[in-house]
């Protein structure tokens, strides 16, 4: 049964930095495309990072580009979001998502193929 569970958020000051974490299990984490996407009040779904399979290649929202990182660890089947310089705007709740289907990590953030399976979120809160 594929599952995948968030950690890592929290309260923070502006400026301030917090490390997610996306914990998968259930299926052969190195062919799947992992996806950071949060989600604030009144807002709709935002594609934040995405990394594929294989190659690893990554995709940055332009609101976070030069903020985030995204990783992995495929032995440990786990995907970072490395989130620093944090603003009030990041504040949200960060889902991470899986798809099985060969995609570019552009398009899994995008929406352009189906999500997968989701994470059951973790609260980021950027406030002083």
């Known amino acids: 049964q594929l599952q995948l569970v968030e950690s890592g958020g929290g309260l923070v000051q502006p400026g301030g930095s917090l490390r997610l974490s996306c914990a998968a299990s259930?299926?052969?984490?190195?062919?799947?495309?992992i996806g950071w996407f949060r989600q604030a009040p009144g807002k709709e779904r935002e594609g934040v990072s995405c990394?594929?399979?294989?190659?690893?290649?990554?995709y940055y929202a332009d609101s976070v580009k030069g903020r985030f990182t995204i990783s992995r660890d495929n032995a440990k089947n786990t995907v970072y979001l490395q989130m620093n310089t944090l603003k009030p705007e990041d504040t949200g709740v960060y889902y991470c998502?899986?798809?099985?289907?060969?995609?570019?990590?552009?398009?899994?953030?995008?929406?352009?193929?189906?999500?997968?399976?989701w994470g059951q979120g973790t609260q980021v809160t950027v406030s002083s």
């Open positions: 998502a899986a798809t099985g289907r060969i995609t570019t990590a552009h398009y899994y953030c995008s929406g352009y193929v189906p999500f997968g399976s």
């Open positions: 990394i594929r399979s294989g190659d690893s290649s990554t």
């Open positions: 259930g299926f052969t984490f190195d062919y799947y495309a």
